[in-house]
C-alpha cells in the first residue's frame, strides 16, 4: 500500500525545538547575541552632539524606543535620544521645534533603503539643516538605495543583516548603535538577551516557559485569540508597542493549509488601564490571556506622605506607602482577581530590576516565543506580505499625484 498526505497534525515540542534549532542557521535575531560590541562602542565614544535623532518606523525604532523608555529614568545620559516616526506633520514640526539641530546627530535607519515615510522625513531635515557626514549616519542594507546615497555622501553606514527582519532588529545596529551613542551599556543588554539564549537552546527554564506557553496560546488560539500584555510600569510603555508589531506582524499570517491565523496583541499600563480595560477583561468575553508584567526592584523609594487631607481621613493608612510598593500591590490585587475567576488564563512575568539584563531579557524571550508559536502554527513568521501589498498601493497613488 502507498501512501501520500498533506496533513499537518500537532506538532511535538521536541519537532519544534529541532525546526527552531535548524532554522537559527538561516534566520539571523537568534544568533545577534554573539556578536563584537567594539564597532558601534567606538563609534559612539566620538559623538559630540548633544541630541541624537532617530528617523525611521516600525522595527527601525520602536525596539530602540522600548529599552530607552525603560532605562532613561534610572542611568546619568549625558545625550538625549529622540525618534522621528510619523509623517503627522503636526507630530513632526512640535518635535524639531524642541531639539537644536545644530547639535544634533541624525541617525536613518530603514532596512530596505525605500521606506517613504523614513525617507520624506529625511527630506525635510535636509531642507533644514545640511545633513553630511558630520551630522549623520546611516543603518541599511549593504545593497540599499540608502546605502548608495551614504556611500555617494561620504556618510557612515553600519550594515543590517539581510538574515535579520525589522522587528527582530533591535539587538542589531539598529537598536544597539543609538542605544550606545547615549551612554546605555549595550554589552549588558547583549548579556542579559545571552542568558535567555543558552537557557533556552540548552532546554533549561526558559525552554520550558517559551514551550508551555507557546503550546497553550496555540491549542486555545480559536478560544483565547486575544493576548493582552498588563505591563505595571509606565517604563514599559515602549515594550508594549514593540510587542505589539513583533506579535501582530509575525504572527497575523495565512498557514500552509491556506487557513487564516493570528494571535491579537493588546499592550495596556497598570495601574491606569484598571480603571478602563481590566472592566472588559473580568466580566467581558472569556476570548483574552493575560501576562501580567511587574518591576520588583523600581530603585526609587518616593513615599506617599503624612500629609492630612480633611475630608479624606479615611485614606490615611496608606500613608507612608512607598509608591513603588503600592503599584505591586495593585498588581497583585488584579493578579488575584483575575485567578479567583478561574477561567481566564494568566501568567506573571516578575522582572528583577530596571537595568539593561532585565530589558533584554524580556525582549529577547518574547522573540523567541514568537518564533515558537510560528512554528506550532505553520506558518512564516519572518514576512509580512499584508503589509507589503500596502506599501505597493501607496507607492502607485503618491506617484499620480499633482505637485
Given at each position: 500500500?502507498?501512501?501520500?498526505?498533506?496533513?499537518?497534525?500537532?506538532?511535538?515540542?521536541?519537532?519544534?525545538?529541532?525546526?527552531?534549532?535548524?532554522?537559527?542557521?538561516?534566520?539571523?535575531?537568534?544568533?545577534?547575541?554573539?556578536?563584537?560590541?567594539?564597532?558601534?562602542?567606538?563609534?559612539?565614544?566620538?559623538?559630540?552632539?548633544?541630541?541624537?535623532?532617530?528617523?525611521?518606523?516600525?522595527?527601525?525604532?520602536?525596539?530602540?524606543?522600548?529599552?530607552?523608555?525603560?532605562?532613561?529614568?534610572?542611568?546619568?545620559?549625558?545625550?538625549?535620544?529622540?525618534?522621528?516616526?510619523?509623517?503627522?506633520?503636526?507630530?513632526?514640526?512640535?518635535?524639531?521645534?524642541?531639539?537644536?539641530?545644530?547639535?544634533?546627530?541624525?541617525?536613518?535607519?530603514?532596512?530596505?533603503?525605500?521606506?517613504?515615510?523614513?525617507?520624506?522625513?529625511?527630506?525635510?531635515?535636509?531642507?533644514?539643516?545640511?545633513?553630511?557626514?558630520?551630522?549623520?549616519?546611516?543603518?541599511?542594507?549593504?545593497?540599499?538605495?540608502?546605502?548608495?546615497?551614504?556611500?555617494?555622501?561620504?556618510?557612515?553606514?553600519?550594515?543590517?543583516?539581510?538574515?535579520?527582519?525589522?522587528?527582530?532588529?533591535?539587538?542589531?545596529?539598529?537598536?544597539?548603535?543609538?542605544?550606545?551613542?547615549?551612554?546605555?551599556?549595550?554589552?549588558?543588554?547583549?548579556?542579559?538577551?545571552?542568558?535567555?539564549?543558552?537557557?533556552?537552546?540548552?532546554?533549561?527554564?526558559?525552554?520550558?516557559?517559551?514551550?508551555?506557553?507557546a503550546r497553550f496560546f496555540v491549542e486555545y488560539k480559536n478560544s483565547f485569540n486575544i493576548n493582552v500584555v498588563f505591563s505595571y510600569s509606565s517604563r514599559l510603555e515602549g515594550f508594549n508597542k514593540w510587542y505589539i508589531q513583533l506579535w501582530g506582524e509575525s504572527l497575523g499570517k495565512v498557514d500552509i493549509n491556506s487557513t487564516r491565523q493570528g494571535l491579537t496583541p493588546i499592550g495596556i499600563i497598570g495601574p491606569i488601564d484598571q480603571h478602563s480595560f481590566l472592566q472588559l477583561i473580568v466580566e467581558g468575553r472569556?476570548?483574552?490571556?493575560?501576562?501580567?508584567?511587574?518591576?520588583?526592584?523600581?530603585?526609587?523609594?518616593?513615599?506617599?506622605?503624612?500629609?492630612?487631607?480633611?475630608?479624606?481621613?479615611?485614606?490615611?493608612?496608606?500613608?507612608?506607602?512607598?509608591?513603588?510598593?503600592?503599584?505591586?500591590?495593585?498588581?497583585?490585587?488584579?493578579?488575584?482577581?483575575?485567578?479567583?475567576?478561574?477561567?481566564?488564563?494568566?501568567?506573571?512575568?516578575?522582572?528583577?530590576?530596571?537595568?539593561?539584563?532585565?530589558?533584554?531579557?524580556?525582549?529577547?524571550?518574547?522573540?523567541?516565543?514568537?518564533?515558537?508559536?510560528?512554528?506550532?502554527?505553520?506558518?512564516?513568521?519572518?514576512?509580512?506580505?499584508?503589509?507589503?501589498?500596502?506599501?505597493?498601493?501607496?507607492?502607485?497613488?503618491?506617484?499620480?499625484?499633482?505637485?
Amino acid at each position: 500500500m502507498n501512501y501520500q498526505h498533506n496533513f499537518n497534525t500537532t506538532i511535538s515540542d521536541k519537532d519544534v525545538f529541532s525546526e527552531i534549532v535548524r532554522e537559527k542557521e538561516d534566520v539571523g535575531y537568534y544568533n545577534l547575541v554573539h556578536q563584537d560590541s567594539s564597532v558601534f562602542k567606538e563609534y559612539a565614544s566620538g559623538v559630540k552632539q548633544k541630541n541624537i535623532v532617530v528617523i525611521g518606523i516600525g522595527g527601525s525604532t520602536l525596539g530602540t524606543y522600548a529599552i530607552y523608555k525603560f532605562l532613561k529614568y534610572s542611568k546619568n545620559l549625558t545625550k538625549k535620544l529622540h525618534f522621528l516616526e510619523t509623517t503627522d506633520p503636526v507630530d513632526i514640526k512640535s518635535k524639531i521645534k524642541n531639539i537644536d539641530l545644530g547639535d544634533t546627530l541624525f541617525i536613518v535607519i530603514s532596512k530596505s533603503g525605500t521606506t517613504i515615510e523614513t525617507v520624506s522625513i529625511f527630506k525635510y531635515i535636509n531642507s533644514l539643516i545640511k545633513c553630511d557626514s558630520s551630522n549623520t549616519l546611516v543603518v541599511t542594507e549593504s545593497d540599499s538605495k540608502l546605502n548608495e546615497y551614504a556611500k555617494a555622501n561620504g556618510i557612515r553606514n553600519f550594515e543590517i543583516p539581510k538574515n535579520v527582519g525589522g522587528r527582530f532588529s533591535v539587538f542589531s545596529a539598529v537598536g544597539l548603535l543609538p542605544l550606545a551613542i547615549v551612554g546605555i551599556d549595550i554589552d549588558e543588554l547583549l548579556d542579559g538577551a545571552k542568558e535567555v539564549y543558552d537557557s533556552f537552546f540548552q532546554k533549561g527554564q526558559t525552554y520550558k516557559r517559551v514551550l508551555k506557553k507557546a503550546r497553550f496560546f496555540v491549542e486555545y488560539k480559536n478560544s483565547f485569540n486575544i493576548n493582552v500584555v498588563f505591563s505595571y510600569s509606565s517604563r514599559l510603555e515602549g515594550f508594549n508597542k514593540w510587542y505589539i508589531q513583533l506579535w501582530g506582524e509575525s504572527l497575523g499570517k495565512v498557514d500552509i493549509n491556506s487557513t487564516r491565523q493570528g494571535l491579537t496583541p493588546i499592550g495596556i499600563i497598570g495601574p491606569i488601564d484598571q480603571h478602563s480595560f481590566l472592566q472588559l477583561i473580568v466580566e467581558g468575553r472569556r476570548d483574552k490571556t493575560v501576562t501580567v508584567i511587574k518591576v520588583d526592584d523600581f530603585d526609587n523609594d518616593l513615599k506617599i506622605p503624612h500629609v492630612k487631607l480633611k475630608g479624606l481621613e479615611e485614606l490615611d493608612y496608606i500613608d507612608g506607602i512607598e509608591f513603588s510598593s503600592l503599584i505591586n500591590q495593585q498588581a497583585d490585587a488584579t493578579i488575584e482577581s483575575i485567578n479567583n475567576l478561574n477561567d481566564i488564563p494568566c501568567d506573571v512575568i516578575t522582572i528583577d530590576t530596571i537595568d539593561e539584563r532585565s530589558c533584554a531579557s524580556l525582549m529577547y524571550e518574547y522573540e523567541l516565543l514568537t518564533s515558537t508559536c510560528a512554528k506550532f502554527m505553520y506558518i512564516n513568521a519572518y514576512d509580512q506580505p499584508g503589509v507589503e501589498a500596502g506599501k505597493v498601493i501607496l507607492k502607485q497613488k503618491l506617484k499620480t499625484l499633482e505637485k
